[in-house]
């Protein structure tokens, strides 16, 4: 089946700075990339939406200058992670898909900013 | 976005089946119903989705009810590996195509 890999699967960084984190689609050229962030014991909230050489679709709530997403080819996406405050800490998923089919998901990016 | 309501936890046991319920009495036309699952510490897996007809596959079965209004994912033979939450979504495969995921059922299976 489809494969979508996350890099790296978990990082700690100190408090003020940047975290990147890596999406790849391996097998697939996905035509959407979708960001989400997930808390214990609850359900993954989306974050932006992503197309390949356009913007990202920011969701209500969530700060475009502070989460970072670079969308440079059809089979990778980028989230950076700005100044990053102890709050931010979190799990991070992303997840591909082609227009018409099931998205598939990576194996998350575990974040603790200390 | 659309809404689905599940029960929040069920328990099965071993190599029994179980029916997952979940309802969606506000879906639209373009709206398919997209089953995943995520087993602790991992990203979502896809389970089976569909638009009006019952759908198989090799992981789960699923039964749509013919308003369109709830339907039901089955797994014949529950394994201790189904151990999961499951989430039912509705996808405006019209739209944004986004899914945006609600609270889901955590499935506990029993040996």
């Known amino acids: 089946g489809a494969v979508v890999s996350q890099h790296p699967s978990w990082v700690i960084c100190k408090s003020g700075t940047s975290v990147k984190i890596e999406c790849r689609s391996l097998?697939?050229?996905?035509?959407?990339m979708f960001w989400y962030r997930q808390f214990p014991k609850q359900s993954l909230m989306l974050m932006a939406t992503?197309?390949?050489?356009?913007?990202?679709?920011?969701e209500q709530g969530v700060e475009k200058d502070k989460f970072l997403i670079n969308h440079a080819s059809l089979t990778l996406s980028t989230l950076t992670v700005t100044s990053a405050h102890p709050e931010d800490s979190s799990f991070y998923i992303c997840?591909?898909?082609?227009?018409?089919?099931?998205?598939?998901f990576g194996n998350g990016t575990r974040l603790t900013v200390t | 976005d659309a809404k689905t309501t599940q029960p929040n936890s069920m328990e099965s046991n071993e190599e029994e089946p179980v029916h997952l319920p979940c309802n969606h009495s506000?879906?639209?036309?373009?709206?398919?119903i997209h089953w995943y699952r995520q087993l602790p510490s991992q990203g979502p897996e896809y389970v089976i989705h569909?638009?009006?007809s019952n759908v198989n596959n090799r992981m789960a079965s699923l039964a749509i009810a013919e308003d369109r209004k709830s339907s039901t994912l089955i797994l014949h033979r529950a394994t201790l590996r189904d151990a999961a939450v499951y989430y039912c979504?509705?996808?405006?495969?019209?739209?944004?195509?986004?899914?945006?995921f609600g609270k889901g059922t955590k499935l506990t299976v029993n040996p």
């Open positions: 506000t879906i639209s036309g373009t709206d398919y």
């Open positions: 979504i509705l996808r405006d495969m019209g739209g944004s195509e986004k899914l945006v």
């Open positions: 992503s197309n390949e050489g356009s913007k990202a679709t920011y």
């Open positions: 997840s591909a898909g082609r227009t018409n089919s099931p998205l598939h």
């Open positions: 097998d697939f050229q996905a035509t959407t």
């Open positions: 569909g638009l009006t």
